[in-house]
């Protein structure tokens, strides 16, 4: 069974630029989930996207944007890019049927602005 | 607000050293606590899912187990093969469902 696919796996940019990712996750499950990795910080949630629609947003400025389609698959934009975005940028599938079952992450795309 | 914190920071371990990774939670209340262990390079991997106080669940040398405060991930003979970042993570009842609020991790380290 594969699993959560992410691409690209890496990303350089310029401040100022803006940044879509792809998320595809495993076949069955229709919640995503993604989140932004860096040193300082840790893991912290960005948004959830279930049947299409955004179910809950993280503490992040309007810059960060989401969107799933009808296959569930799920893009992230980042707009107006700041030195500060540099991070690995997880995406979370699950059933998304009951709440509380396990996320599997993919590996990520790692965004560098320059 | 929901706090996890995890600890240690780090971890070097011997080859067969058996240890415990603690991870402590405040939240109002608790759906789910998770374990996942992240490689360098690689997403977090799925570990265990606890959901009450006493539950505990194995997999080859590693078991956790759930408080009503903390978790514990018990390592026991540990092999270099198990030297990764350990996370912890829980859902909480008030927020989405599907939300994950992240310690920061333990960094383990068997040396051979």
Known sequence: ?114 | EDQVTQSPEALRLQEGESSSLNCSYTVSGLRGLFWYRQDPGKGPEFLFTLYSAGEEKEKERLKATLTKKESFLHITAPKPEDSATYLCAVQEYTTSARQLTFGSGTQLTVLP
């Open chain 1, 1 to 114: 069974k594969a699993g959560v696919t992410q691409t690209p796996r890496y990303l350089i940019k310029t401040r100022g630029q803006q940044v879509t990712l792809s998320c595809s996750p495993i076949s069955g499950h229709r919640s995503v989930s993604w989140y932004q990795q860096t040193p300082g910080q840790g893991l912290q949630f960005l948004f959830e996207y279930f049947s299409e629609t955004q179910r809950n947003k993280g503490n992040f400025p309007g810059r960060f944007s989401g969107r799933q389609f009808s296959n569930s698959r799920s893009e992230m934009n980042v707009s107006t890019l700041e030195l500060g975005d540099s991070a690995l940028y997880l995406c979370a599938s699950s059933l998304g049927t009951v709440g509380n079952q396990p996320q599997h992450f993919g590996d990520g795309t790692r965004l560098s602005i320059l």
